[in-house]
Structure formats: C-alpha cells, structure tokens
C-alpha cells in the first residue's frame, strides 16, 4: 500500500493510472479536489478494489494521520501542490498555505508515522516529494543544464513556495532522519492537464479560433518531458532511490513557447483543418510578459540515468501528436472542466488586468 496525495490532478492522476496498471500495488489517493483535482481523471479506477479515494486536505494533521495508521502505507508520494505560476503572482498567500505549510505538516505526521513502525517497515518506508526546476530559477542561453546542485533561485511565489517545501523536505533527512526522497522535474505536458497550462490552453483556444497567448516574445526555452516519463521515472526513484538524495527528471526537448505553439497548430492543421483552410499559426497573439519570467530552463538527468538506467522514451514530436490527439477525442472532458469562473479567470490573466499580486 502506498499513500498519493493529490492524485486527481495531472500527474497525480498519471502516476496512479500507470501504477495501477503496471504495479498494481494498492493506492490511498488523498485530494482536497480544488479547481484542478479531477476525479474523472480517474473514473476508470471507480470500483477497482485497489482505489481508495479520501477527499481531505494535507494540512489536517488529523486525517492524515489516521490514514498512516489505518493503511500503514509502505511510502507516501507527495503530489498535492499549487502549481501554476500565473496565479502564484496574483494570489501568493495560497501557494505559501499548500506547498509550505500543507508539505510541512504532511512531513510532520509522516514522520511521527515512521518512528512507532518497527524496524523492517521503517527501512523500507520512503518519502517521496514531487518538486519542479522552477526553484533553480533561469538560465542564460548558453549556460550548463541543472544539476542536482544548481543553487536554488526561485523568481516566483510559486517556484519559492516549493523551494521552502523542498528544504523542509531536506531537514526531516538531515535532522530527523526520515527517508525522504525530491525529484525536481522539467515542465510536463500529456493527457488531463488542465488546460490554464500552455500546451492544453492553446490547443483548446485553437479549437474555438480564439488568439493562442504568447508571453512577450515567445522565446522563453523550457526542457518538455511527458508525463508518463516522468510517472516512470518517479517508479524508478521510490524503488531504488538513496534516501536523502534528489534527482532530476527531464524530456530531453528543449523549446521555445513559441515552437510549441507552432508545433500544435502544426498537428492541428493536419488533424482538424480550420474552415477554408486558414492555419491555426495565424491565431497566435503576443500578449504582455507576465512579472519574472524565467528566460530558460534546461535539465541535465545523467544523475538519474547513471543510477537507475532511467531515460525518456517519449520524444517531444511523438508527445505533442499523441497529445492533441488526446484532447481531440475527449472535448467533453475539456468542457467539464472548462467552467465560466475558470474562462473568466484566463480572459482576465491575458488581457493584462491583472499582473500584481492581490495582496500589493
């Protein structure tokens, strides 16, 4: 038995559904279910006897430790977080509340968790803390990737919201010895990701003929990894990962915002031509760069590769067709969760309305 936390959103959902698939090991999910947790993610799991869902927040100390000492999960894997930059600049306080004192209370009965486990079941028991390459901060153009001892950085509420829950995570190792293990990974895209990110926003703005938003010049490089690579590489990591250790986990797919935008509307002229053949690309508007805009990021993974032969296997062309494929078939899962508080909330944050953080 292992214990997920938010595991109704895009990776989460991911890593239970190949887990499931692959591992079969049994699974408590635990998820608030905030705008971007999504049970239909996993509805195919609905009656599997394996599934436990508990809706709950990790910052009720109270449930998660009745769920540690109820199932006695053998690792906890630790997805549940505010992940989007955008909204990090216009709502900070949220963000300090999930990722820092959410991390930090999950941390805390984890640990009193492990220390009344017996000797066998507390070597065994991992912590394992889901983190990005946002907290490294930006890259020059020709500067080295991120190693695991690039200097943390962060240039948003966001990215330092995890770097605070990343040292937590550090000090329950150091200091109390809680077997703990952080993964920063590149930007992840794939089936069942909210579409406020940039691959599923614009495949779904495409599809109305609405603009495709591209901040300032379009020329800010992100590392693309998919997301059941990324799954893959976190199996890899809680199995055979030294306690205490971090690693990162990358596409290998450098791109521009831009290029993605253009390879979208590439796959979506040959997949779903536009009415009188007009090219999706014509729909692309540049709109006012958000605060702190991280110019590169860029991953270097032979930590991971050397000590546990993982390696992508997706690359970036085959992921992004595969992906607008994806959104293609399931236009009612975009509708569901596409709901008028969320499309007022992407007209207001690109129309340049709102671009200092509430709270100023």
Known sequence: ?????????????????????????????????????????????????????????????????????????????????????????????????????????????????????????????????????????????????????????PNSPYSASKAASDHFVRAYFHTYGLPTLTTNCSNNYGPRQFPEKLIPLVIHNALQCKPLPVYGDGM?????????????????????????????????????????????????????PRAGGRPYAALVTHVKDRPGHDRRYAIDDSKIAGELGWQPQVMFEEGIDQTVRWYLAHQDWVSSVTSGAYRQWVEKQYSGESTVPAEA
């Open 1 to 153: 038995m292992i214990l997920v936390t938010g595991g109704c959103g895009f990776i989460g959902s991911s890593f239970l559904l190949q887990w499931l698939s692959e591992v079969g090991e049994p699974v408590v999910n635990l998820d608030l279910l905030t705008y971007a947790g999504n049970p239909a993610n996993l509805a195919s799991l609905q009656g599997d006897p394996r599934y436990h869902f508990v809706q709950g927040d990790i910052a009720d100390s109270t449930l998660v430790a009745g769920l540690l000492a109820r199932h006695q999960p053998r690792a906890v894997v630790h997805f549940a977080a505010e992940s989007h930059v955008d909204r990090s600049i216009s709502a900070p306080l949220a963000f300090a509340q999930t990722n820092v004192l959410g991390t930090l209370k999950l941390l805390d009965a984890a640990f009193a968790y492990w220390k009344s486990l017996d000797r066998e079941s507390a070597a065994r028991f991992r912590f394992l803390n889901v983190s990005t390459d946002e907290v490294f901060g930006s890259l020059q153009a020709d500067a080295p990737a991120f190693t695991e001892c690039h200097r943390y950085e």
């Open 220 to 272: 800010q490089v992100r590392d693309w990894l998919h997301v059941d690579d990324h799954c893959r590489a976190l199996r890899a990591i809680l199995e055979r990962g030294r306690p205490g250790e971090t690693y990162n986990i990358g596409g290998r797919s450098e791109r521009s915002n831009l290029s993605v935008v253009h390879a979208i509307c590439e796959a979506l002229d040959a997949l779903r």
